[in-house]
């Protein structure tokens, strides 16, 4: 059953209907360690860490596949429409931080020509890059507190459960928002509440990264800073989604920011930076350094470049 899984047509109905034919409560077990991957996929809302797809598992593989298939769709569409590109690699890609096994994917390799090996361990996070219609509304305060209420039902007191046990309600949590959340619009300060049910940095990552795109004010997004009060934390988040998705573009004073200028995204979220400074002052942007490629460091005493406004000048 676990095998065919990823057959069965006809939506979540019939999945459910699958899930009845296991013979005993083990085996539903059995199945469900062998295909969890697949069973909490949610296609809709694809935006997440995918840590361990095993390719030589059919159920994993099928997760990857549909992946492929939604980074095509999603890449092309953009191109065609003209938007901006937030990719890694300047391909206009959802895929970021691939790995299989020892090999990083980069602009000269395709996912799909992975699939091909049909072995090895895959890694990746998965950004989507559709957004809320103009006229999307957040859930109401009501039913957003009933979602709470309802996430927290038979916790325990913090103290009194185990870490491990904790981690486990935690992922649960996690799973449970994954299947329903491409019906959910939030406010920043809702996602921010939200964020309280989670303590593990990573968790934190995943669950702002899932919504992150789902927000109907995301000029507020800076909000969000104070349940990342560790740079390790708002590191994870910039890791997952891109530094240019999770940069506070609104309201971007009293921040520090690292770059890479070797990816496409992060020179876009210089030049962005270095757009708004233009229109307010340049010398917002102070303090500023470039380690070269052979270890030596510019302290760039004129400051950031203006020619930096253009991206292709980064």
Not at 10 to 21: D, F, N, T, V
Not at 185 to 206: N, P, S, V
Not at 236 to 249: I, K, S
Request: with cysteine; aromatic share 6%.
């Amino acid at each position: 059953l676990g095998r065919l899984l990823p057959c069965v047509v006809g939506g979540p109905k019939s999945l459910c209907l699958a899930w009845q034919l296991t013979p005993s409560i083990t085996e539903f077990a059995r199945v469900i360690r062998q295909a969890h991957c697949f069973a909490t996929f949610n296609p809709q809302n694809a935006t997440g860490r995918y840590d361990v797809l095993e390719l030589q598992n059919v159920a994993s593989h099928a997760v990857a596949e549909r992946l492929a298939v939604l980074d095509a769709w999603e890449a092309s569409y953009r191109t065609s429409q003209g938007l901006p590109d937030l990719s890694e690699f300047g391909n206009q890609s959802c895929l970021r931080n691939a790995r299989l096994g020892e090999q990083t994917l980069d602009n000269k390799t395709t996912l799909p020509e992975w699939l091909r090996q049909m072995t090895g361990v895959l890694s990746l996070d998965f950004v989507s890059t559709i957004r809320p219609a103009a006229n999307a509304t957040p859930l109401p305060e009501a039913v957003f507190q009933d979602l709470l209420v309802a996430l927290q039902k038979g916790q325990k007191d913090p103290e009194e459960i185990p870490i491990s046990i904790d981690i486990l309600v935690a992922e649960g949590r996690l799973q449970a928002l994954r299947q329903v959340s491409h019906h959910v619009h939030l406010t920043c300060l809702q996602l921010r509440e939200l964020l309280t049910l989670f303590g593990d940095d990573t968790m934190l990552a995943e669950v702002a990264a899932l919504f992150l795109n789902r927000l109907t004010d995301p000029e507020n997004c800076k909000v969000l800073r104070a349940r990342f009060p560790k740079a390790k934390e708002l590191s994870n988040l910039r890791q997952c989604v891109g530094v240019a998705l999770a940069l506070p573009w609104a309201q971007p004073e009293q921040g520090s920011h690292k770059f890479d200028l070797a990816f496409s995204d992060q020179r876009l979220a210089v030049s962005l930076l270095t757009q708004i400074a233009v229109k307010e002052k340049l010398a917002n942007l102070h303090s500023a350094s470039l380690t070269k490629p052979d270890g030596s460091v510019d302290a760039m005493p004129l400051g950031v470049p203006k020619a930096w406004e253009n991206e292709k000048k980064v």
